[in-house]
């Protein structure tokens, strides 16, 4: 099988985004925790410089990651950025000094993270935020979403899109104004939402339906932190196949399974990114598909 290997993002606005189908997610260059500085800085520079080099021009972060540890590695390492390069960011967490994880979704929190990642990124619009959405949230998912786009007029925003939603979210952010892209959870082993550290996590699989009629691009998150087993008997045989690892496997299913897709897998080794990024090579035939699900 074939697989699409670029993706546009707002494809119905004056501003579409034409992206590689293969992105990579900053989360994993920081400390423990995603708290703090990388354990080995020099690699993670080379990792997002390599990450360019191999044609990833999507990049996504949060100032909330380390916090402004991801951020501020980006603009180390591609300041001044290439033309095509798109840097995704998230609002609407923070976290405190104890390392712990907190809903910053009311307008003046929103405005004041897309300042922030404004000031460290040295850019002066975003072009791909994400509005992520956390259960238990005092704020009304209106008034959040508002508040996004009154800075997209403002020119701070390119594009929106959200992250953690729910099918009903998705449905109400649609009918508020343009919705470019969703960030859920999704994985070979994980395609369902579930709960982690007390904390909800809401699945691709649930909204899929949704942004394939509005052909709006789905970005995984976790698609191999996730607890992808090393044991699954389908995973083995299609790896032991191709000579490839899991985690390849679980890329080449991703990139296989939707066209919508756009996988972001992070990790803070430059040998697992060259390893991460070969799983484009990888042609997984019909049957392959039918027999993994």
Excluded at 10 to 16: C, L, R
Excluded at 43 to 57: P, S, W
Excluded at 93 to 121: A, G, H, M, Q, Y
Excluded at 228 to 254: E, F, G, M
């Amino acid at each position: 099988m074939r697989i699409k290997k670029t993706i546009t993002i707002g494809a119905k606005s004056d501003h579409p985004l034409r992206v590689n189908r293969f992105g990579y997610g900053t989360m994993r260059l920081t400390g423990d925790y995603v708290w703090g500085e990388p354990k080995n800085r020099p690699e993670a520079l080379q990792i997002l410089k390599t990450a360019i080099n191999k044609g990833v021009n999507f990049i996504d972060t949060a100032d909330y990651y380390g916090k402004d540890v991801t951020n501020r590695l980006i603009a180390e390492a591609l300041y001044p950025y290439p033309g095509d390069l798109v840097i995704c960011t998230k609002v609407g967490v923070s976290r405190n000094k104890d390392k712990s994880w907190n809903i910053f979704n009311t307008p003046k929190n929103l405005r004041t993270s897309i300042e922030n990642n404004l000031r460290v990124l040295k850019i002066d619009q975003i072009q791909l935020v994400h509005l992520r959405v956390m259960p238990g949230s005092e704020t009304p998912f209106e008034k959040s979403l508002q508040a996004m786009f009154k800075m997209q007029q403002e020119g701070k925003i390119l594009h929106i899109g959200l992250s953690n939603v729910s099918p009903a979210e998705l449905n109400l952010g649609l009918t508020m104004g343009p919705i470019a892209s969703v960030e859920n959870a999704f994985g070979y082993s994980q395609r369902t939402s579930f709960k982690l550290h007390y904390q909800a996590y809401r699945g691709t699989q649930e909204v899929m339906p949704l942004c394939v009629k509005n052909k709006i691009p789905m970005i995984p998150f976790w698609s191999l932190q996730n607890a992808l087993p090393k044991d699954d008997a389908k995973i083995s045989a299609i790896a032991k196949k191709y000579s490839a690892t899991h985690a390849q496997i679980n890329l080449a299913w991703l990139l296989h399974y939707n066209d919508l897709l756009l996988p972001i897998p992070g990790t803070s080794q430059l040998k697992h990114f060259k390893e991460n990024i070969a799983a484009l090579d990888i042609a997984l035939s019909q049957e392959d598909m039918k027999f993994l699900g």
